[in-house]
């Protein structure tokens, strides 16, 4: 079974640069999760899915981040602009939906200088 | 105040020790999840309970609902076991993670 896959890996920009993060769930799961996680702390939920509607999004700065997940399958997170701050891992997870088992991405390291 | 604390926030140990790190909560939850995060790596769930024991290979997970409170073990620990393991707490659609307990096993 192929796992959440996540997309660059690695990026560097300067700040007041735009990025876009991808992520592809697992097959079928219906509940798609985007995390920032900063160095030395947890996850901290940015956004929520459920197919392609929006469960939480009530920690997402909304003037500058913002996500989609038009079909109710990949999703995109997008930054613009960013500022020094936004750098973090950005991790992408998924479950089956209710309180299914999380399955996480290998996750987007951002560096802004 | 973080509504889900664990401790230690580090850890190193001797490979063969037996090693806790605890986790406490301040809501109400339907599920508690522990996470292994390798350096450079992705997350791995480990367990997922919402009441007694569960137990795989070398780790067993506790939890105590009335206490708000849930323990990771690990026995007979490994260098291979260092790594960063997050607890994290499911209550309606809403998850919240701990900062980590970065764990660090000697040979």
């Known amino acids: 079974e192929a796992g959440v896959a996540q997309s660059p890996r690695y990026k560097i920009i300067e700040k007041r640069q735009s990025v876009a993060f991808w992520c592809n769930p697992i097959?079928?799961?219906?509940?798609l999760y985007w995390y920032q996680q900063i160095l030395g702390q947890g996850p901290k939920l940015l956004i929520q899915?459920?197919?392609?509607?929006?469960?939480?999004d009530s920690q997402l700065p909304k003037d500058r981040f913002s996500a989609e997940r038009l079909k109710g399958v990949d999703s995109t997170l997008k930054i613009q602009p960013a500022k020094l701050e936004d750098s973090a891992v950005y991790l992408c997870?998924?479950?089956?939906?209710?309180?299914?088992?999380?399955?996480f991405g290998e996750g987007s390291r951002l560096t802004v200088l | 105040k973080n509504e889900v604390e664990q401790s230690p926030q580090n850890l190193t140990a001797q490979e063969g020790e037996f090693i806790t790190i605890n986790c406490s909560y301040s809501?109400?939850?339907?599920?508690l999840h522990w996470l292994q995060q390798h350096p450079g790596g992705g997350i791995v769930s480990l367990f997922m309970?919402?009441?007694g024991k569960k137990k795989h290979g070398r780790l067993i997970a506790t939890i105590n609902i009335q206490e708000k409170h849930s323990s990771l073990h690990i026995t007979a620990s490994h260098p291979r076991d260092s790594a960063v393991y997050i607890c994290?707490?499911?209550?309606?659609?809403?998850?919240?993670f701990g900062a980590g307990t970065r764990l660090t096993v000697k040979p």
């Open positions: 997870a998924s479950t089956l939906g209710g309180l299914g088992e999380l399955f």
């Open positions: 097959s079928g799961h219906a509940t």
């Open positions: 899915f459920q197919n392609n509607g929006v469960v939480d």
């Open positions: 809501v109400g939850i339907s599920a």
């Open positions: 309970l919402s009441s």
């Open positions: 994290a707490v499911h209550r309606n659609n809403d998850m919240r």
